[in-house]
């Protein structure tokens, strides 16, 4: 029996991907309605049947390129079987704060009476007054449901599980917690949490935890997966705007400079804005040295346009300073040389409209081979003009398996390029890209 401790870690953007975290669309996207999207940060009500079949067509496209995908209701199925592991969820998720006095006891007896699958359901898609029968809730439940309604919740669904990329993120060979901007994100990181403490495929797990600890009021300081990119040479670069603030990425490249994990913190600071409330919404890796942006992100005085600041380490002190130029000349300056892809062919109009849609929203499955959205037409043709073969599914498969015999690193050491452009006409209604779906929990440099 080998007591080997299996390495987790994500050492670039770019590099082979190996191990996945995502979460499929499932009961939190029903109770979606047009009354509670905007509190629950959805845009619209989704078509769940479909989302569900993208998604599953996502994930598939996924495990033909031998990305080992961990799907999270399973995992937390795995770990709610175990006894310690849900009383540790439980004594953290069902609190008089998050139920109310009278229900705590009841909402947390009634879930340990259901099998594991069904904890796991309701753990991410929410508690109704209607789910909890009146054998467990009795007239506190009736009192419940006559005074704020049937259909009002108990907890909350947490829709936006969907984007696994946000709750935690692997910087090299660690792992953070990440204390969410919006309170109604914050249990999801409790749950990814949970995971990596009980769950047999990290309990034997060799990786550093950075930043963030669920049990701990993180007050301003907020941390968001969606900002954070390692992206090699000693690097990880990190958005600072709408959700990622200024107190959490100094304690975090505080914490990496201390383990030297890291040798510089490259930080954009983005307009404080839902079009652009992460760092991969308008800038993400497709190869080594290219990335999609979204244009007013390099422009001088746009009001999109990012100030970069570096954080690097000198003896004990941390210095602090701004950099020259823009994002990509940045990166250059740091040993990263970098061309940009204009988002909408740069055209202002087909900028804006293919952002909001997740054009600039793309996730590498290794070097020059990415997953994209369709809809984005504009982006796609300036994706071929760079040398990228813009292909569906179906087509890309074909060709892996006739010029590549099917082997992924045959592909990689081939040069030869794809943009694989999924339909995903339900999952952008959420605001999330093929980037924003996937948590790599491996990826090589």
């Known amino acids: 029996m080998t007591t080997e401790k299996v390495k987790y870690g994500v050492h670039s953007e770019a590099g082979k991907l190996r191990k996945v975290m995502v979460c499929s669309p499932g009961l939190a996207h029903q109770r979606l309605t047009p009354n509670n999207c905007d509190e629950l940060l959805f845009d619209d009500v989704l078509w769940v049947a479909q989302a569900k079949r993208d998604h599953f067509d996502f994930v598939t496209k996924m495990r033909e390129r031998d990305i080992d995908v961990l799907e999270m209701h399973n995992l937390l199925t795995d770990i709610v ?17 998050q139920v109310g006095l ?8 009634w879930l340990r009476s259901l099998e594991p699958r069904k904890v796991a359901e309701f753990l991410i898609g929410g508690v109704s007054a ?25 907890l909350p669904p947490l829709p936006n599980t969907q984007f696994t990329r946000d709750t935690t993120c692997w910087i090299y060979g660690g792992v953070t917690l990440n204390p969410m901007y919006w309170p109604a994100r914050r249990q999801e990181t409790l749950l ?46 990190i958005g600072m705007g709408e959700r990622s603030s200024r107190q959490a990425i100094g304690q975090l490249a505080l914490n990496l400079f201390k383990h030297k994990a890291v040798e510089r913190v490259i930080v954009a600071g983005l307009p404080k804005s839902r079009a ?24 001088p005085g746009a009001k999109e346009e990012a100030h970069v600041i570096r954080l690097r380490r000198e003896g004990e002190a941390t210095v602090v300073e701004a950099m020259d130029g823009d994002l990509l000349a940045a990166l250059t300056v740091e040993g990263i ?4 892809i204009p ?10 409209r293919e952002q909001w849609t997740d054009g600039a929203n793309y996730v590498a ?33 074909s060709e892996l398996e006739r010029d590549f015999h099917g082997d992924p690193d045959a592909l990689f050491a081939s040069g030869r390029r794809y943009a694989i452009h999924l339909e995903g006409s339900e999952l952008c209604r959420g605001r999330g890209g093929p980037r924003c779906l996937t948590l790599p929990l491996r990826r090589d440099a």
């Open 130 to 154: 209607d789910d909890l029968p009146d054998s467990f809730g009795g007239k506190t439940i009736e009192m419940f449901r006559d005074f704020l309604g049937h259909s009002s919740f108990i």
């Open 337 to 340: 040389p970098m061309e940009g």
């Open 276 to 299: 652009a409330m992460h760092l991969d919404t308008v800038f993400t890796l497709v190869d080594r040295n290219q990335a999609v942006v979204f244009p007013p992100l390099l422009e």
């Open 343 to 352: 988002c909408g062919g740069g055209h202002p109009v087909h900028a804006r």
């Open 192 to 237: 990814a949490s949970a995971i990596y403490k009980f769950h047999p495929e990290f309990t034997n797990a060799d990786f550093q935890v950075w930043y963030g600890d669920p049990d701990q009021e993180h007050g301003n300081a907020t941390l968001e997966g969606g900002d954070v990119m390692p992206i090699g040479n000693g690097v990880v670069l």
């Open 81 to 97: 079987a175990i006894p310690e592991a849900l009383d540790w969820i439980l004594q953290r998720k069902i609190t008089a704060n």
């Open 365 to 397: 499955l290794g070097p020059g081979v990415v997953i994209g959205y369709a809809r984005n037409t504009h982006t796609a043709r300036e994706m071929s003009s760079h040398g990228f073969r813009v292909v569906a599914p179906r087509a890309f498969l």
């Open 102 to 109: 009278g229900l705590v006891n009841e909402v947390s007896s």
